[in-house]
């Protein structure tokens, strides 16, 4: 793999929750412009994986460069100037913030506070726009789902990571936020992560695969190498 085009490289990192380990020697790389998929059965590791790339978990060992800079004790806040987004698993909006003030958290992070929303946000989302005022609470959860990826691109980011955007999203609407993301990686150039379960987008979005199992990526590849005996050894129940 050529290195220079290396946006997010993890090496042999540890981690897990006081004294027990959850991630063992991760080893992982994304590249510039690409769009990556993290699977794996419940309890794996796929969200502490995004949660330490994000800051949220410290590391018992092994290192994080993002962007060329050694990130591995950078504080989360300072991550998400660097250009790091993350949209968590359950979104995780402010349900008593109105719309607006949702979309706005995004910049307050981001060291831009006190812009206003850019334009684009509404391109990709009229919704927002219609709903400026409404509580975010009283979204559907598919229009949570999109406020929190749009709070995500308030802080014009290089790399977004998203933990299960479909998921408990009606079936109407997955396919609209599988859109989004693509559209995200393509249009705007960002390197996406995302921990999915459906293996249709998978193969049809992804360049490439992480499989994990038990805190370890035990497989890794081009999304048309995720065959049916992967799917059927790492993620049938
Ligand atoms: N806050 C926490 N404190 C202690 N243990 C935790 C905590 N969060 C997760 N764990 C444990 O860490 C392991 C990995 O959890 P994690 O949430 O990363 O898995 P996951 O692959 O994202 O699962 P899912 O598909 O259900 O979202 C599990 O054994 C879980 O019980
Ligand atoms: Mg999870």
């Known amino acids: 793999m050529?290195?220079?085009t290396s946006l997010l490289e993890l090496s042999n990192v540890t981690a897990g929750y006081g004294q027990s380990p959850v991630l063992l020697d991760v080893n992982l790389s994304v590249n510039q412009g690409e769009l990556v998929c993290l699977l794996g059965r419940n309890g794996v590791g796929k969200t502490t994986?995004?949660?330490s790339i994000m800051g949220l978990n410290p590391l018992t060992s092994g290192s994080i460069i993002f962007d060329a800079d050694?990130?591995?004790k950078t504080p989360t806040f300072k991550r998400v100037k660097y250009g790091i987004a993350y949209i968590p698993q359950g979104r995780e909006i402010m349900p008593y913030l109105s719309v607006e003030d949702n979309l706005k958290l995004g910049l307050?992070?981001?060291?831009?506070?006190g812009k206003s929303i850019p334009k684009e946000i509404f391109d990709f989302f009229p919704m927002l726009r219609d709903n400026l005022s409404r509580k975010?609470?009283?979204l559907s959860g598919g229009q949570q789902q999109q406020l929190a990826i749009a709070r995500g691109l308030m802080a014009n980011p290089k790399l977004m990571l998203f933990d299960e955007p479909t998921e408990g999203i009606q079936p109407s609407i997955v396919q609209e936020i599988e859109q989004t993301l693509k559209r995200i990686?393509?249009?705007k150039g960002i390197t996406v992560v995302v921990v999915e379960q459906k293996i249709d987008f998978v193969r049809q979005l992804a360049q490439r695969f992480f499989?994990?199992?038990k805190g370890k990526i035990v497989a890794r590849g081009k999304s048309e190498e995720l065959t049916d005996s992967l799917v059927n050894q790492y993620l049938a129940v």
């Open 136 to 138: 975010g609470g009283l």
């Open 108 to 113: 307050a992070g981001s060291g831009k506070k």
């Open 185 to 187: 990686n393509e249009e």
């Open 211 to 213: 499989m994990m199992e």
């Open 49 to 51: 994986l995004l949660r």
């Open 2 to 4: 050529n290195k220079s």
């Open 70 to 72: 050694d990130i591995s």
